[in-house]
């Protein structure tokens, strides 16, 4: 199992930027897959962006061109940068993993019903 620790979030006004960080640990196979997703405004989790391996990085409309998701191997950490904030944005942000070997489709799927082990979330709040 992996094990996986969140910190950072907070508030910020419409156009601003946060990180969250998300420190990992346990078994991570070379296929393993990690990375974020969000509950906001009532609706159901949803994955925001995804990485396996040394694969590239996908993401949800929502998130392209604005959050980035990245890991340091060396520091055991997962990031994800929020650039251009919203207030539609608002709501709790999850890390996620999954270190077992999984398909790049199903990494890139980023279906929330998977047996992830998840983070303990970071509240984000955007204001105008």
């Known amino acids: 199992q992996v094990q996986l620790v969140q910190s950072g979030g907070g508030s910020v006004e419409a156009g601003g930027s946060l990180r969250i960080s998300c420190e990992f640990s346990g078994s991570l196979t070379t296929g393993a897959c990690m990375g974020w997703f969000r509950e906001v405004q009532g609706k159901e989790r949803e994955g925001v962006g995804m990485?396996?391996?040394?694969?590239?990085?996908t993401y949800a409309t929502f998130a392209e061109g604005r959050f980035t998701v990245s890991k340091d191997n060396a520091k055991s950490t997962l990031y994800l940068q929020m650039n251009n904030l919203k207030p539609e944005d608002t709501g709790t942000y999850y890390c996620a993993a999954d270190g077992r070997y999984v398909a790049r489709s199903a990494c890139r799927a980023m279906q929330a019903g998977r047996a992830w082990q998840w983070g303990q979330g970071a509240q984000v709040t955007v204001s105008t």
């Open positions: 990485i396996r391996g040394d694969d590239e990085p």
